[in-house]
């Protein structure tokens, strides 16, 4: 069974520091690019960042370059997002998603695989 199940939202006051999870399982995690989006009260679904695993390339949107790093760790078969300076703009549900060799286009369509999300709230 296929799965992608993200933590580590919560609540955090502006300026300060939160990791996300994203553990799979049920597929082959090595050749698969994993993605974060984002989706916000009213909003459409942004995609935030992403790592190919295949070549560890990564990808960050302009929107969080600076603030958010990806990286990942094969082995656990986790994919990380550290987030730092967190703006309350940055409140949203985050999810994770893997595509078969993906190119990070920040695109959710076409995404193989989805996770069910974590609610990250910025307070001011």
């Known amino acids: 069974e296929v799965r992608l199940v993200e933590s580590g939202g919560g609540l955090v006051q502006t300026g300060g520091s939160l990791r996300l999870s994203c553990a799979a399982s049920?597929?082959?995690?090595?050749?698969?690019?994993i993605n974060w989006f984002r989706q916000a009260p009213g909003k459409e679904r942004e995609g935030v960042s992403c790592?190919?695993?295949?070549?560890?390339?990564?990808y960050v949107s302009d929107s969080v370059k600076g603030r958010f790093t990806i990286s990942s760790d094969n082995a656990k078969r986790t994919v990380y997002l550290r987030m730092n300076t967190v703006k309350p703009e940055d409140t949203a549900v985050y999810y994770c998603?893997?595509?078969?060799?993906?190119?990070?286009?920040?695109?959710?369509?076409?995404?193989?695989?989805w996770g069910k999300g974590t609610l990250v709230t910025v307070s001011s």
């Open positions: 049920g597929f082959t995690f090595d050749d698969y690019t």
């Open positions: 790592i190919r695993n295949h070549d560890g390339s990564t």
């Open positions: 998603a893997a595509d078969l060799f993906g190119y990070c286009t920040g695109d959710a369509n076409g995404m193989d695989y």
